[in-house]
């Protein structure tokens, strides 16, 4: 018995050192000369705020963001709000209101409270929140009516009200949520999170609290506001200060597994009636080499592909700076590439 332990603490010290060096291996920055960028929509937002230089340099002429359509589940998400609500105690805010988001998630507002608005042509919507800044920008939300994002802004260190002045919506006020979508986390230095105080419209105050708000972390197009993690990417760019007028979409249906492979393959049909000769690929950390293979494989020899990868540090100092977190995303990166690689090969046979 005591023969096999240390066998088995030689073999799992041996592999835990292979597993080091294939970090290194794994992740990859090699950028070719390139006016095209590739941006894969499931990229956290810390990603992207890395890339802004680049995407508003005048070496890069077209943007592309590729990503996977968000299923359409917003009567789940109605069903699930209603029971908590008529769950509750009662509708009546708290006196002591106010709710922290820590984490990308949706706060939604108690719809029955809506029938004391006072409908008009247009909505003056104001949102009272404070937040905290990590890696050099502050927490940012968006604000959701009847599963569409009609607005967003940068909440401040000091409480502050943010004001919308916004069309009614056609079918009347069935919905709104404050969704908080860039959240990271920087180790014990940075936190990057979302208070929410209240919210009035027109003249009508709702305090956030327990009772009369609904925390929802899934997502979904009815939480988002958006139809796909492509146009949700486009809409954080925008509020970061990026060109627009850069950028365009591809979307594919949603996939549960390798959806790198499914980017690329989305990629390429859009190839066919483009005039794209070469092409960086906007990557993260260990996932970097598993973008580029896949790309060049897929593509072929027509198109030159290159990676461009921002080590993402939010997550390596942070939530995953202890060794068995550390350990079991290097393990799952080190898997997922060998698997990939195995279907390819057999793909291109």
Same mark, same amino acid.
């Given at each position: 018995m005591k023969r096999f332990a240390l066998y088995l603490a030689v073999i799992i010290i041996i592999y835990s050192i292979l597993l080091v060096f294939f970090r290194h291996?794994?992740?990859?920055?090699?950028?070719?000369?390139?006016?095209?960028?590739?941006?894969?929509?499931?990229?956290?937002p810390f990603e992207v705020e890395q890339a802004l230089p680049l995407i508003n340099s005048d070496s890069v002429a077209q943007i592309i963001i590729i990503g996977q359509r968000y299923p359409d589940n917003g009567e789940k998400v109605k069903s699930l709000t209603r029971e908590f609500f008529d769950h509750t105690n009662s509708i009546q805010p708290k006196k002591n209101s106010?709710?922290?988001?820590?984490?990308?998630? #949706?706060?939604? $507002?108690?719809?029955?409270?809506?029938?004391?608005? +006072?409908? =008009?042509?247009?909505?003056?919507?104001?949102?009272?929140?404070?937040?905290?800044?990590?890696?050099?920008?502050?927490?940012?939300?968006?604000?959701?009516?009847?599963?569409?994002?009609? #607005?967003? #802004?940068?909440?401040?260190?000091?409480?502050?009200?943010?004001? $919308?002045?916004?069309?009614?919506? #056609?079918?009347?006020?069935?919905?709104l949520l404050i969704f908080f979508d860039n959240d990271v986390y920087h180790g014990k230095k940075e936190d990057r999170n979302l208070f929410i105080s209240s919210l009035k419209i027109n003249d009508t105050m709702f305090l956030a609290g327990t009772d009369n708000t609904f925390l929802i972390k899934e997502y979904f197009n009815y939480v988002s506001g958006f139809n796909s993690q492509a146009v949700e990417i486009w809409n954080y760019l925008v509020q970061l200060g990026a060109y627009p007028q850069k950028v365009r979409f591809i979307e594919f249906d949603p996939v549960k597994k390798n959806q790198t492979l499914a980017a690329s393959l989305a990629f390429t049909h859009f190839c066919r009636y483009q005039n794209i000769?070469?092409?960086?690929?906007?990557?993260?950390?260990?996932?970097?080499?598993?973008?580029?293979?896949?790309?060049?494989?897929? +593509?072929?020899?027509? =198109?030159?592909?290159?990676?461009?990868?921002?080590?993402? =540090?939010?997550?390596?100092?942070?939530?995953?700076?202890?060794?068995?977190?550390?350990?079991?995303?290097?393990n799952n990166e080190a898997f997922s590439y060998l698997y990939n690689w195995i279907v390819l090969t057999f793909r291109n046979l």
């Open positions: 291996f794994l992740s990859l920055h090699e950028p070719i000369k390139s006016d095209v960028l590739v941006i894969e929509a499931w990229i956290s106010g709710i922290w988001l820590l984490t990308n998630s #949706a706060l939604a $507002f108690d719809c029955r409270q809506f029938s004391q608005v +006072l409908l =008009t042509d247009s909505l003056h919507i104001s949102v009272t929140s404070k937040g905290t800044a990590a890696l050099g920008y502050p927490a940012h939300f968006n604000l959701v009516i009847n599963s569409h994002c009609v #607005a967003g #802004a940068f909440a401040e260190t000091d409480f502050k009200e943010f004001i $919308f002045h916004i069309p009614a919506p #056609a079918d009347g006020l069935q919905s000769s070469s092409v960086n690929i906007l990557s993260s950390g260990l996932h970097s080499r598993r973008t580029l293979i896949t790309y060049k494989r897929i +593509l072929g020899n027509g =198109t030159s592909v290159g990676v461009i990868n921002f080590e993402p =540090t939010g997550y390596l100092e942070g939530k995953r700076s202890n060794i068995i977190s550390s350990f079991l995303y290097l």
